[in-house]
């Protein structure tokens, strides 16, 4: 059982406050989505919940402890983080490159043990790259690196996994199957959270969004109550197309709203 | 070192097992070779015996105090520049990070030649060696610095150009004002590099000081992986960024720092030894760093030999020749970069 917890949560970048006062809990076998527009904060919340920056207020807990006290290793071992982008230096062996996830579990100059490779071995599988093990990572395509990537994050067997934007710049085909990775993930008893821009995909695959606005959580909850017509407008100034299929309902961004006065209004067809 | 058992075959593994023992011997072969060129005709069993004092009285002398300081210095001048190159390049992450591209041999050609020209030496034994460390410091520091900033390749390897650029405005402003004749001639082999006609006082001078360098360097080496995938990804693997940058730093500093003390401005071989071995170590930045060490000292070794066997009268200076066949290098591994580059 693990229990992430985040309180009254300020963050500050160049004494910018970019997360302002900012709340939230998750527990494993959650799938969690992190939305809202540009600039909000995402970005930095996940890197906050990593220890990558400083909070400069409100607490961070994993199971009652504060992030800050963990050791380094310690820390590593709790929460793997995936960044945006996915960088690769150098073209390493698909095997090596996920073997780097056991980076935290090793002790100095000690060799990878049998349950190092088991668990790069599990990571592989679960994300479905097992048959890349020998490919040079520069020879995978953009689908197959965003999996490879995964399984490195994976392979460090935590608790909890942070991605930032792991289905960007990928195809659609690609995106649904990092989605329901992601969810599988989570179903097997990770807590899964995950900054997410494609509210579709957002809305069907994670069990609960928290939306952000000028760093704050602005809702949270189910997919289906947090991407009501007035949290979308005031969060994103976009008006939605509500719509069910196959059983599930679905909600695409369909029109650009703009401010007035007392709130918001459609744009009109001509200034599109 | 033995190999777990895997569901992936680690052949780079192997490979790099094999890279050492190749290199080793090669070595080893080489600094025999080394001992046993030179004007005097002495068989390769002779000296194999006076380099550990038996034999011929003459035979001794000539291999002992001529022959084989020249010898240890390129394996360490040439050892610490391989091993600074593949930390660089991998804390980096830039197969163009060198100490020679980068300005920082030339720094410490700078720190040396400060030395020289107020004659500090002559107060403090250690001052030539202390001031070429932290004229290579200096740049170090200044580059991480920048790289921290995230910049390009592109800058890196400008800046390093600006570096490289002042530094050597200045040793020619040393040079200008000096009234000196024997300490412009002794700058001006600064800046050609060699390792001819040394003894065991520049060996006593620069072993401790390069072997600690590289030991920091080694010690660097999962960290390097990690940041393979960047420095948050690192980070996020327990990687303490800040204390490798500081290993890196300080151990370049001591490695090259020591080695431009007594070998002066050797340029390239940190750039091409790990370039050339990356490939084997199957990219892996940990592996890379041993073997630089061992191909570092070969090439370096191997580059003197050429220097005595192609020299007819006087005699081509070490740096200068590695700077001949380093900067074609340069320019092609420029060109094979410059998309990335851009």
Known sequence: MTRLVVE???????????????SFAAEDGEFVGLIGANGVGKSTLIRALTNLIAPSGGRILVDGTPIGALSRKALARTIAYLPQGQAMHWPLEVYHLVALGRLPHLSPFARPSAEDEAAIRRAMEQADVLQYAGRSADSLSGGERARVMLARALAVETPILLADEPAASLDPYHQLQVMELLQGISRRGRLVVAVLHDLP????????????????????GAP??????????????????????????????????RLNGEGLDVVADQER | MTVAPSFHPDRAAARTVLLMVGLTVALVVLMLVSVSLGYTGISVVDVARAVFGIGDEKAVIIVQQLRLPRTLLAVLIGA??????????????NPLAEPGVLGVSTSASLGAVVVIYFSLSAAFPLALPIGAMLGAAVATGVLYLLAARQVGTLTLVLSGAAISGLSIALISLAMNMSSNPWAISEIAFWLMGSVRDRTFHEVQIAAPFIALGILLLAVTGRALDGLALGEDAARSLGVDVTRVRLLAIVGTSLATGAGVAVGG????????????LRPVVGYIPSRLVLPSALGGAVLTL???????????????????LTSL???????????RLRRQMQ
């Open chain 1, 224 to 257: 289906g109550e947090v991407l009501e017509p007035g949290n979308l407008g005031a969060a994103y100034q976009v008006g939605g197309y509500y719509g069910r299929h196959e059983a599930e309902d679905f909600v695409l961004p369909w029109r650009r709203l």
């Open chain 2, 325 to 335: 066949i380093g900067t074609p290098f340069f320019f092609f591994l420029i060109l």
């Open chain 1, 8 to 22: 009254d949560l300020e963050v500050s970048l160049d004494r910018r406050p970019v997360v302002k006062g900012l």
């Open chain 1, 201 to 220: 995909l957002a809305a069907r695959f994670c069990d609960r969004l928290v939306l952000m606005s000028d760093g704050e959580a602005l809702a949270d």
């Open chain 2, 302 to 320: 191997v580059a003197d030999l050429a220097v005595r066997l192609l020299s007819r009268g006087t005699e081509l200076h070490l740096g200068v």
């Open chain 2, 80 to 93: 610490g520049l391989g091993t600074s190159g593949a930390v660089l390049q991998g804390l980096l992450r």
């Open chain 2, 265 to 276: 401005s050797v340029g390239f071989i940190g750039l091409m030894v790990p370039h050339l």
